[in-house]
Every structure is written in structure tokens, then in C-alpha cells.
């Protein structure tokens, strides 16, 4: 069974940084690519981030390129969002999620997380 | 990176049919056959529906069909069901390399 496991959500300042995980199991990890979406409470979802299987190619929507970095440690079936220079903006629950494609990215995804809550607020 | 253009809210009674429409452009839903609808029930995970324009995921029921003519990306919905209330969501890859979701339709079973 796909599981996926996200963490590190919690309160920031803003300006301040935080390290989102995602621990994978129930298949073979560095088979897939991965995503980040993030929903803002009462709004919808909305793409964060992509990389591809073996973590050669990464993918950001404008709003963060540039202050988040996404990664994955295939040797720990886990994937990462760093986030710096937070905004209040980027208040939302982050949902990671399992691709479909094998090596290169696509964007669907077919198995998500639960989903960890990050508010950046003062 | 414009959302895809989906309607706020549509209904229908049960054992009828709906259909939600998703509309982007030449640069993303016009270009690739990576449409991808996903399902949400008030504070869970979204739930892959429709892949590939029209594929369904194993266990997937077949009241749930999906289609493309040009830009727009359609889910239809027959014998609607009480637990098919939902909110619901297309996504496309784009042309620039990124991924982009319309806004979100909300289904109500009358």
C-alpha cells in the first residue's frame, strides 16, 4: 500500500524558513517523481513544485522560485521542500504526492499525503 | 501560469448526469493529454479521478468518464450519488514546464 507521510508543518514568522519532509513507502521510490501542492485554508489547490525520479530536473511555480528548493534522498525514500523568506501567502496546508510517470515528471499525481499545515503569521 | 477556467458550482439531482468543464489554453490542456481530475471531500486528500484525459485509476467507478475537445477538458458524473458531492479539480502540465490546477468546481447532490 502507497503511503505517504508529511512533516515539519507548524508556525513561522515571517521572513523566517522551514523544512517540509515527506516519507514514502509501499513502492519503489526513486522510480517516481514527486510533487508539492499546497491549498490555503478555503481556497483551492494549487501546484508548488515538481522533480523528477532520479532529482536531475526540478520544477517551481513563479511564485516561489527562487525562495523554495525542492529535493529527495532516494536512499531514505524521502522528499523535501525547503522554504525560506516566508510570506503570509504561503499560508496552506502542503500536500505531497506520488507521480504517475516513471523517470520524467507530469504532474499527476495519484496517491497524495495527508498533508502537513504551515502559517506563517506574527 | 493562469488557473484553468472551471465553474464555481454545479448540481444535480440524484441518478442524473453532470459535467464540469475546464478550460486553459493552447499552452497547456490545447498541447498535452496530461488532464488529470481529482476529487476532494471537505478536509481530506484529493483523490485522482481521471488521468489522461479519460483514463480511471483502478477502483475508480465508471460513472466517472473524461474527455478534451481543444482547449477545454471535460468530467462527467452519471447517476449521481449522494457521496459524489465534492469539490473538484482538472490539472494540466503546461508547455513551460510547470503544472496548473483550475480553481475548483463544487458539486452538490440535491
Known amino acids: 500500500e502507497v503511503q505517504l507521510l508529511e512533516s515539519g508543518g507548524g508556525l513561522v514568522q515571517p521572513g523566517g524558513s522551514l523544512r517540509l519532509s515527506c516519507a514514502a513507502s509501499g513502492f519503489t521510490f526513486s522510480n517516481y517523481a514527486m510533487s508539492w501542492v499546497r491549498q490555503a485554508p478555503g481556497k483551492g489547490l494549487e501546484w508548488v513544485s515538481g522533480?523528477?525520479?532520479?532529482?536531475?530536473?526540478?520544477y517551481y511555480t513563479d511564485s516561489v522560485k527562487g525562495r523554495f528548493t525542492i529535493s529527495r534522498d532516494n536512499s531514505k525514500n524521502t522528499l523535501y521542500l525547503q522554504m525560506n523568506s516566508l510570506r503570509a501567502e504561503d499560508t496552506a496546508v502542503y500536500y505531497c504526492g506520488k507521480d504517475l510517470s516513471g523517470y520524467s515528471y507530469s504532474g499527476r499525481v495519484d496517491y497524495w499525503g495527508q498533508g502537513t499545515l504551515v502559517t506563517v503569521s506574527s | 501560469q493562469s488557473a484553468l477556467t472551471q465553474p464555481a458550482s454545479v448540481s444535480g439531482s440524484p441518478g442524473q448526469s453532470i459535467t464540469i468543464s475546464c478550460t486553459g489554453t493552447s499552452s497547456d490542456i490545447g498541447t498535452y493529454n496530461y488532464v488529470s481530475w481529482y476529487q476532494q471531500h471537505p478536509g481530506k486528500a484529493p483523490k485522482l479521478m481521471i488521468y489522461?484525459?479519460?483514463n480511471r485509476p483502478s477502483g475508480v467507478s465508471t460513472r466517472f468518464s473524461g474527455s478534451k475537445s481543444g482547449n477545454t477538458a471535460f468530467l462527467t458524473i452519471s447517476g449521481l450519488q449522494g457521496d459524489d458531492e465534492a469539490d473538484y479539480y482538472c490539472?494540466?502540465?503546461?508547455?513551460?514546464?510547470?503544472?496548473?490546477f483550475g480553481g475548483g468546481t463544487k458539486l452538490t447532490v440535491l
Open positions: 489522461d484525459v479519460s
Open positions: 490539472n494540466s502540465f503546461t508547455t513551460s514546464d510547470t503544472v496548473v
Open positions: 522533480i523528477s525520479s532520479s532529482g536531475g530536473r526540478t
